[in-house]
């Protein structure tokens, strides 16, 4: 059975920082590529950060700099840094894992919230 945990949002004040994390299970975990997407009220769910099996990464423009995605092969892990927080990065926060071969096959988490406000 998959499953995809995260923990670690909140609420945090402007310029504050957290850490989000993503436990993974069921799956060849290292093949996939693991990435974060988020959701704010009435708005798409968009891609936040991505990185690769081979630990390529890709950010959203809005948290480059500000945002550093991670994994740990070995505890099936990813994680989000999240730094500089500002009022637009409230949304709910996704969790993902995207096999990276053919058939595409798409992993979601439940979602946590990060609430930035002062």
């Known amino acids: 059975q998959v499953q995809l945990v995260e923990s670690g949002g909140g609420l945090v004040q402007p310029g504050g920082s957290l850490s989000l994390s993503c436990a993974a299970s069921g799956f060849a975990f290292s093949i996939y590529a693991m990435g974060w997407y988020r959701q704010a009220p009435g708005k798409q769910r968009e891609l936040v950060a991505q990185?690769?099996?081979?630990?390529?990464?890709n950010y959203a423009d809005s948290v480059k700099g500000r945002f550093t995605i991670s994994r740990d092969n070995a505890k099936n892990t990813v994680y989000l840094q999240m730094n500089s927080l500002k009022p637009s990065d409230t949304a709910v926060y996704y969790c993902?894992?995207?096999?990276?071969?053919?058939?595409?096959?798409?992993?979601w988490g439940q979602g946590t919230q990060v609430t930035v406000t002062s």
């Open positions: 993902n894992a995207q096999r990276e071969a053919n058939p595409v096959i798409d992993y």
């Open positions: 990185m690769t099996s081979d630990g390529l990464t």
